[in-house]
Structure formats: structure tokens, C-alpha cells
T-cell receptor, first 109, second 112 residues
Framework: TQLLEQSPQFLSIQEGENLTVYCNSS?????LQWYRQEPGEGPVLLVT?????EVKKLKRLTFQFGDARKDSSLHITAAQPGDTGLYLC?????????FGTGTSLTVIP | GAVVSQHPSRVICKSGTSVKIECRSL??????MFWYRQFPKQSLMLMAT?????????EQGVEKDKFLINHASLTLSTLTVTSAHPEDSSFYIC????????FGQGTRLTVV
């Protein structure tokens, strides 16, 4: 059983389209992170959300933490080919990180 | 710059040989490091937690005699894949974490 479920698992869209990735859990977290990973490299931290209902923006990326701190979403506006990669949500439950199931995004030029 | 450095980035070895992967924390002391395995377009699968000065904690289904972990110092953890077979071919990633996780660059292991 996965602690963090992401949807969709795979997403292929045209350049310029918008998309949303979801990260859901039945557990409550004190914080949640989003990472992006390109092929052949390690994941890179994008953002940390801490407060329930918090919204953070990183250029065309908007991250939201659910009010109950059980879920999060990542919205990308006007996707570009450079956004292609694997997006992972993650939560720290103490001394261990749990990662979501992952969303593989392909943006077609 | 990189906070966690992993080496080598790519390795090809013959079936039956052993391969060692190093993971170094560059700017901080890491009492705990994590080793993950990843298949293409899939999420990270935790293999084991490496504890400095003590035995590693392995996840269920991971063979501790096959994937040897040594964390002899606060800045270095190593993963040795012993008697490698083609099915061990994968992308291996280490991380050190506090509030957030910092990852190494990953190691692409190909066993031929």
C-alpha cells in the first residue's frame, strides 16, 4: 500500500496546455515536498509546503497543500518541453521520506 | 553546488562481479542516508536506510547479503551490489535528508 498516491501516472500533452498533478494520502503530514527528476539524474527539490491551504508559485508552477494537510496538487500553466520529467511528491514522517507513485510528464513541442 | 555526491554515474559490469557505489554528503554530516532503486518512469523504491556506525535497515524483500551497505563515516555511505546479475540492472540513487531530501546524481548500473 502506497502512502502517497499520485495521479495521473502518465501524462502526455501539447506545448502550451495546462495540467494538474495530484498527490493524495489518508495520512496527515507536517510538510510535503515536490521534486522533479530528469532522466539519468537524481530528483531536484521544487518546493516545500507546510501550512494547510498554502499556495506557492514557482514561475508557471503552482503548488497547493490541502486544508487538512493530506493532499497536494501541482498545476503547470502553459507547459513547455522543458517541463518534461518525472514529478514526485514526498512526505517526511520523521526520519524517513516516503515518495509518491510519480507522474511522468511529456510535453510535446 | 551539489549537496550529495554519488559516484560513479554509470557502470557496466559482467555478471557475477561486484560493484560499489559511493554516496557522499558534501556540506554536512549525515547520520542517516537512504538508498533507492528506480525503474524507468517509476517512482523511487526505498531499499535500505544506512545508519552511521551501525547496521543498515533493509526494506522487506531486499536481500541484505546482495546489497551490502556500509556507513563508516558521517559523510560516506556505500552500496555494494554483490554477484550482480542482469536483473540487478537499474538506476540506484542515494539521499541524505533533514527536513527535505537531497539526492545524489544517481548511478546507472548495467550488468551484462
Amino acid at each position: 500500500t502506497q502512502l502517497l498516491e499520485q495521479s495521473p501516472q502518465f501524462l502526455s500533452i501539447q506545448e502550451g496546455e495546462n495540467l494538474t498533478v495530484y498527490c493524495n494520502s489518508s495520512s496527515v503530514f507536517s510538510s510535503l515536498q515536490w521534486y522533479r527528476q530528469e532522466p539519468g539524474e537524481g530528483p531536484v527539490l521544487l518546493v516545500t509546503v507546510v501550512t494547510g491551504g498554502e499556495v506557492k508559485k514557482l514561475k508557471r508552477l503552482t503548488f497547493q497543500f490541502g486544508d487538512a494537510r493530506k493532499d497536494s496538487s501541482l498545476h503547470i500553466t502553459a507547459a513547455q518541453p522543458g517541463d518534461t520529467g518525472l514529478y514526485l511528491c514526498a512526505a517526511n514522517t520523521g526520519n524517513q521520506f516516503y515518495f509518491g507513485t510519480g507522474t511522468s510528464l511529456t510535453v510535446i513541442p | 553546488g551539489a549537496v550529495v555526491s554519488q559516484h560513479p554515474s554509470r557502470v557496466i559490469c559482467k555478471s557475477g562481479t561486484s560493484v560499489k557505489i559511493e554516496c557522499r554528503s558534501l556540506d554536512f554530516q549525515a547520520t542517516t542516508m537512504f538508498w533507492y532503486r528506480q525503474f524507468p518512469k517509476q517512482s523511487l523504491m526505498l531499499m535500505a536506510t544506512s545508519n552511521e556506525g551501525s547496521k543498515a535497515t533493509y526494506e522487506q524483500g531486499v536481500e541484505k547479503d546482495k546489497f551490502l551497505i556500509n556507513h563508516a563515516s558521517l559523510t560516506l555511505s556505500t552500496l555494494t551490489v554483490t554477484s550482480a546479475h542482469p536483473e540487478d540492472s537499474s538506476f540506484y540513487i542515494c539521499s541524505a535528508s533533514g527536513v527535505v531530501a537531497f539526492f545524489g546524481q544517481g548511478t546507472r548500473l548495467t550488468v551484462v
